[in-house]
């Protein structure tokens, strides 16, 4: 189980830092992907700066929980611009973050962990 956790910590690491570095760095194709949803690009930053946060909080075991849940409400925000876009297919499978980070959030309750 050990193994499971640290995997699905830097996936979600990995892929928090990655998302949220694309909508900082102003990426023409989320610029593109938030005009689709009807959403204005000046909320690019924000989302990607709370995925970045979430990211790096994550990585420390005293802030491992709140990292989780920022992640996931950062993932969430994004899935919910996926649906806006008239993509459900891509939106459930986009719900796969969200669930990892219930996953890190559960596991990092116990005063036990080490990770």
């Given amino acids: 189980m050990?193994?499971?956790f640290?995997?699905?910590l830097a996936i979600l690491v990995i892929l928090s830092l990655a998302a949220g570095?694309?909508?900082v760095s102003s990426m023409p194709q989320e610029i593109q992907f938030f005009k689709?949803?009807?959403i204005n690009a000046t909320w690019l930053l924000p989302l990607g700066s709370?995925?970045?946060i979430g990211g790096?909080?994550?990585?420390?075991?005293?802030?491992?929980r709140v990292g989780s849940a920022v992640i996931a409400l950062g993932?969430?925000?994004?899935?919910?611009?996926?649906?806006?876009?008239?993509?459900?297919?891509?939106?459930?499978?986009?719900l796969l973050p969200v669930l990892l980070c219930a996953f890190i959030?559960?596991?990092?309750?116990?005063?036990?962990?080490?990770?």
């Fill in 6 to 8: 640290c995997t699905v």
């Fill in 21 to 23: 570095g694309a909508k």
């Fill in 105 to 115: 959030f559960w596991r990092s309750g116990g005063s036990s962990q080490s990770l």
């Fill in 2 to 4: 050990k193994y499971l």
């Fill in 56 to 64: 790096l909080l994550v990585v420390y075991l005293r802030t491992r």
């Fill in 36 to 38: 689709d949803a009807g």
């Fill in 75 to 94: 993932f969430l925000l994004s899935t919910v611009v996926i649906f806006m876009t008239g993509n459900p297919a891509f939106g459930f499978f986009s």
């Fill in 50 to 52: 709370v995925q970045i």
